[in-house]
Nanobody, 127 residues
Framework: QVQLAESGGGSVQSGGSLRLSCATAGYSYDSYCMGWFRQAPGKERERVAAVERDGTPHYSDSARGRFTISQDNAKNTLYLEMNSLQPEDTAMYYC?????????????????????WGQGTQVTVSS
């Protein structure tokens, strides 16, 4: 059974930084894409960043240059380093895993549709 658990959210001021973590179980990084998504109140969930099976990262336009996705296979943990945070980054952040190589095309290159989700961690950025 796949389990994802996010941590590291919190409240920061504009320009601050946070590092989110996603501990995974029952999941093989070399078989699946892992990614970060976020959802602000009243808005749809949007993609933030993902890392392909071969380690290639992808970012949304809003994340590129400020956020860095990485993974520690030995610890089965996915990370999202977020710098220069702005109030518009305020959202619930979710860790996700895709359906594997046989899934339908997903929101990131090289990844299929995301089907595994954690419970989320809240990020709040004040101006």
């Amino acid at each position: 059974q796949v389990q994802l658990a996010e941590s590291g959210g919190g409240s920061v001021q504009s320009g601050g930084s946070l590092r989110l973590s996603c501990a995974t179980a029952g999941y093989s990084y070399d078989s699946y894409c892992m990614g970060w998504f976020r959802q602000a109140p009243g808005k749809e969930r949007e993609r933030v960043a993902a890392v392909e099976r071969d380690g290639t990262p992808h970012y949304s336009d809003s994340a590129r240059g400020r956020f860095t996705i990485s993974q520690d296979n030995a610890k089965n943990t996915l990370y999202l380093e977020m710098n220069s945070l702005q109030p518009e980054d305020t959202a619930m952040y979710y860790c996700g895993g895709d359906s594997g190589p046989r899934g339908r095309p997903g929101p990131f290159p090289g990844c299929s549709d995301f089907r595994y989700w954690g419970q989320g961690t809240q990020v709040t950025v004040s101006s």
